[in-house]
């Protein structure tokens, strides 16, 4: 059985902190899209996309 090889600390750090920022950035995309949820839908409504939500 391998072992696996081990993580340097900056290395785990540096992915920590990509993980946080994808998690800030969708959780501003989805606190905008919940702000502004009526005015996407109608404007999907008016495209004809509305079908897939």
Known sequence: ???????SLSA???IA?????????SGLA???WL???AGIF???V???MSWCF
């Open 1 to 7: 059985m391998k072992q696996a090889l081990p993580i």
């Open 30 to 32: 989805f606190a905008s």
């Open 17 to 25: 902190l990509g993980m946080m920022a994808f998690a800030a950035a």
């Open 12 to 14: 785990t750090a540096w």
């Open 35 to 37: 702000d502004k949820d």
């Open 46 to 48: 008016e495209a004809g």
């Open 42 to 44: 109608m404007s999907l």
